[in-house]
């Protein structure tokens, strides 16, 4: 199964949950950080990084030798990384989004394939548990396409057809725990797009609510289970509550504020282990995403087979 | 005229709340929410809206039923996984297409339409502190870069026609193509960070950035009494590096409180955090106005 730890607001808590959640998960396990702009997990989760390799898009090479100009390309791109500037084709590769449209259309074969360093891919484990992270090259504008490459490495299955015949995914023997990174838009939907089941942190206060709802409506149309994890309950009002109420959202577990928390979390500790009474409400919410995910499994099986 | 864009890199550090006071402190600024993600800033300043603009930028592929033959091309060809097949036939996945056209241009029977999409909607509004420009990107969709360049080019003229002296803006979190957009042309980069192994981690890939494009970077420290060592470290760190260290806040109430009410911290009465507060927009206004970089701006 895979489940992801997503929500709007940045800064409310993913990581905690994720480095816990992860820490105590009771089936085989890797935590994969698609947070790839900012990632932190490694920070908690102290792995042993055994491989760490570049992650390359496709862009387009010139051979000005067998370009004649005639422009297709440039006419053709959506993100203007090719234009024709008097007697030269100007190349952007910063802009390529590496669709290889102009690979299959030049008519000379003048475009080879060549990479841009997208960021690095980083693997390795922590105790029993597997560890996956990329990491965005500073400069780097597009995340999403780093974040395609370390789901492959899962083998998630991005065309969605699993293609082995048993409707179950590849991850089957796994579990993966992804945490995702904040906002709403194409990153974190992203991240979460290949997951059985979506866990939303968020914080009782009105910038967590607003985000909340955003994050909601984001990720409804994606058909998944999702459940609502308030951390720093306590703070703020009950605007969440009564919106995940309201939508019908469950909420499967809170965390009041605390300052041992905030302060265990400075310092780099796992929150489950460094405030041991915390330990049951991760249990809980375990189990939640683990009925869930199982369920919404289950159904769709039966629909494939309808 | 000064451009300052407040970052952090890592979420929830206090962005927002930080620059709902500065917006407080400012004078004859105009403010400009480029978190068009997942904004927040409106919900301190109360904004009246007094334009609202359709936000339109790249295309999504949709296959028309009764002209494709299902050979199946497109799907050999996309490479962002965006075709499925199904029972009744090839479908684009909306939020797996790139708009990139490559369907569209290959397909032996042209049944592939390509349609504009309007993903969001942007906003010139009045504000108790001045006027803001803010957007709401769709949730979901892409192009954000683009907006936040639609947002500050729409930002900086009505900042030189009203004669502005400063403009403030809220930025996004992490450090890709939004980020990168916000700080094209600025001339000034406020990073709030927070003393935690995450905080100064995002900092520092968010600094780095900045200094990549050559906006000088000025840091303040977040609740910095919840871990006294790893404060004091990051300012070490910060002055080792160059960069202009504004100061510490400490963990407050108050930021939640004044969010509870929809106003500004320093609206509020006193407390150390408004205080503190205080001194570094001080600080900041002190700043020398650096030159206007000329960086393109990037579309992506």
Known sequence: MIYAIASGKGGTGKTTLTASLASMWDRPVTAVDLDVEEPNLHLFLHPEITSEEPALMEIPVLDAERCTLCGLCAEFCQFKALSVMGKTLLLFPEMCHGCGGCLALCPEKALTPGGRELGHILSGNAGSLGFLMGRLRVGEAMSPPLMRQVKLRFNMNTNKD???????????????????????????????????????VTEPTPFGLHDFRLAIEAFRPLGKPMGAFINRAGIGDAGVQDYCAAEGVPIWAEIPFSRAVAEAYSKGQVVCQAVPELGGVFTTLMGSMRAAATAARAKRMEVAHA | ???????????????????????????????????????????LLDPVTEEIHDFRSGHEAVIDQAMCIACGLCADMCRFGAIEKRIDGYHVDSLRCEGCKVCVRFCPTEAVDFNEKLCGRWFASGTRFGPMIHAQLFPGEENSGRLVALLKKQTRERAAAQGRSLILCDGAPGIGCPVISSLSGAGQAVIVTEPT????????????????????????????????????????HCRAKGHTFLGVLPHDDVVVRAMMLGKSVTELPETAFSEALRMVWEQIIQLPASRQNNINTLKA
Not at chain 1, 164 to 193: F, H, Q, R, Y
Not at chain 2, 200 to 229: G, S, T, Y
């Open chain 2, 197 to 236: 192994p995450s905080g100064r981690h995002d900092m520092e890939r968010v600094a780095e950035l900045c200094a990549h494009f050559r906006i000088p970077v000025a840091i303040l420290i977040n609740k910095f009494d919840l871990n006294l060592q790893n404060s004091a470290d990051i300012e070490r």
């Open chain 2, 1 to 43: 005229m000064r451009e300052i864009v407040v970052i952090s890199g890592k979420g929830g550090t206090g962005k927002t709340s930080i620059t709902a006071a500065f917006a407080h402190l400012a004078e004859n600024a105009i403010l400009c929410d480029l978190d068009v993600d997942a904004p927040d800033l409106h919900l």
């Open chain 1, 162 to 200: 699993t293609g082995n015949g048993t409707g179950k995914g590849p991850a089957e023997e796994t579990d993966i725990l992804i945490d995702a990174p904040p906002g709403v838009s194409c990153p974190a939907v992203n991240a979460v797009m290949d997951a059985d089941c979506i866990v939303l």
